[in-house]
C-alpha cells in the first residue's frame, strides 16, 4: 500500500489548508484512514480519524477546526484544517489504520507534508 499526502505549506494564523492523500494498493472505501502529525521535538499524535461507515474521532485540540473526508471513487483522503495556529505547525501523515471504538494506527505511511502557521 502506498500513501502520498499533499498540500501542505506555509499559511498565516488563521488561515486554512487543505491536505490530500493519494491511497494506492488499498480501498479506502473497506479501510479505516487517519491523519497524524508530528511537530519538532514531539511524539507523532493523531489528529483525526475516519471509519468507513463514516464515524470520526479527532483531537481534542482541533475539533471545530479540522475536517476529514474521504472521496471512495478517487480513492483520496482529505483533511480540511480551518483557523490555524501557530501550535498547528507540524508534519502531517496519513495512515491506514483500524477503527473498533477508535482509531488505531496501522503499519502504512505516507511520507507526511509539512504545514508551517506563521505570521
Known amino acids: 500500500v502506498q500513501l502520498q499526502a499533499s498540500g501542505g505549506g506555509l499559511v498565516q494564523p488563521g488561515g486554512s489548508l487543505r491536505l490530500s492523500c493519494t491511497v494506492r494498493?488499498?480501498?479506502?472505501?473497506?479501510?479505516?484512514m487517519g491523519w497524524y502529525r508530528q511537530a519538532p521535538g514531539k511524539q507523532r499524535e493523531l489528529v483525526a480519524g475516519?471509519?468507513?461507515?463514516?464515524?470520526?474521532q479527532y483531537a481534542d485540540s482541533v475539533k471545530g477546526r479540522f475536517t476529514i473526508s474521504t472521496d471512495n471513487a478517487q480513492n483520496m483522503v482529505y483533511l480540511q484544517l480551518s483557523s490555524l495556529k501557530p501550535e498547528d505547525t507540524a508534519v502531517y501523515y496519513c495512515?491506514?489504520?483500524?477503527?473498533?471504538?477508535?482509531?488505531?494506527?496501522?503499519?502504512?505511511w505516507g511520507q507526511g507534508t509539512l504545514v508551517t502557521v506563521s505570521s
Open positions: 495512515n491506514r489504520g483500524q477503527y473498533v471504538l477508535a482509531y488505531s494506527p496501522g503499519r502504512d
Open positions: 494498493g488499498s480501498t479506502i472505501s473497506i479501510n479505516a
Open positions: 475516519i471509519a468507513p461507515d463514516g464515524r470520526t
